[in-house]
T-cell receptor
Framework: AQKVTQAQTEISVVEKEDVTLDCVYE???????LFWYKQPPSGELVFLIR??????QNEISGRYSWNFQKSTSSFNFTITASQVVDSAVYFC????????????FGTGTLLAVQP | NAGVTQTPKFQVLKTGQSMTLQCAQD?????MSWYRQDPGMGLRLIHY???????DQGEVPNGYNVSRSTTEDFPLRLLSAAPSQTSVYFC????????????FGPGTRLTVT
């Protein structure tokens, strides 16, 4: 069965610190997709990144970077030089390949960035 | 494009009442889904549809009905509201094709008393 674990329930950092949000997943499929979404205090869900199981390249987008490691079934998210605007709940999610629309979410990590 | 829209934004129901949460998208997406978000549990899939006339159950379908008569609309019906259905409900859509991400609506906050 597929499962996503975000063991960090809450993280608090001071502005300009780097922070890594962990995501560990379980799936039996060889083809799958991993996602990160951000949910700011306003409540909407904002898509951040998608990664498919065949692409293990790490990705950097500004202050955000993602580390995908199939060997450890992890897809971790790092924010460099955090800012107060990064305060949000961050969700990792998994979708297996095939004609399905089932997106399995982790329980989320609440990141609080203090000024 | 308006993207994914949901109405209402807030709703209070009494136990036993029924209602329909509306969801519409104007991006011609084939796939649509309903999720509920509860504290400490992330988002859980209620029902989904891979095209007009086709729906299927997700993780937590009990107490909810859906139908998909058009590509644009995917309403979620609560048949007899219970306090356990107090939650924030999100509708999402995406194009056909395995690599695409889901686009989420703004959510409906439902309280059942």
């Amino acid at each position: 069965a597929q499962k996503v674990t975000q063991a960090q329930t809450e993280i608090s950092v001071v502005e300009k610190e780097d922070v890594t949000l962990d995501c560990v997943y379980e799936t039996r499929d060889t083809t799958y997709y991993l996602f990160w979404y951000k949910q700011p205090p306003s409540g909407e869900l904002v898509f951040l990144i998608r990664r498919n199981s065949f692409d293990e390249q790490n990705e950097i987008s500004g202050r955000y970077s993602w580390n995908f490691q199939k060997s450890t079934s992890s897809f971790n998210f790092t924010i460099t030089a955090s800012q107060v605007v990064d305060s949000a709940v961050y969700f990792c999610a998994l979708r297996e390949g095939g004609a399905t629309n089932k997106l399995i979410f982790g329980t989320g990590t609440l990141l609080a960035v203090q000024p | 494009n308006a993207g994914v829209t949901q109405t209402p934004k807030f709703q209070v129901l009494k136990t036993g009442q029924s209602m329909t949460l509306q969801c519409a998208q104007d991006m011609n997406h084939e796939y649509m889904s309903w999720y509920r978000q509860d504290p400490g549990m992330g988002l859980r899939l209620i029902h989904y549809s891979v095209g007009a006339g086709i729906t299927d159950q997700g993780e937590v379908p009990n107490g909810y009905n859906v139908s998909r008569s058009t590509t644009e609309d995917f309403p979620l019906r609560l048949l007899s509201a219970a306090p356990s259905q107090t939650s924030v409900y999100f509708c999402a859509s995406r194009p056909q094709g395995r690599r695409y991400e889901q686009y989420f609506g703004p959510g409906t906050r439902l309280t059942v008393t």
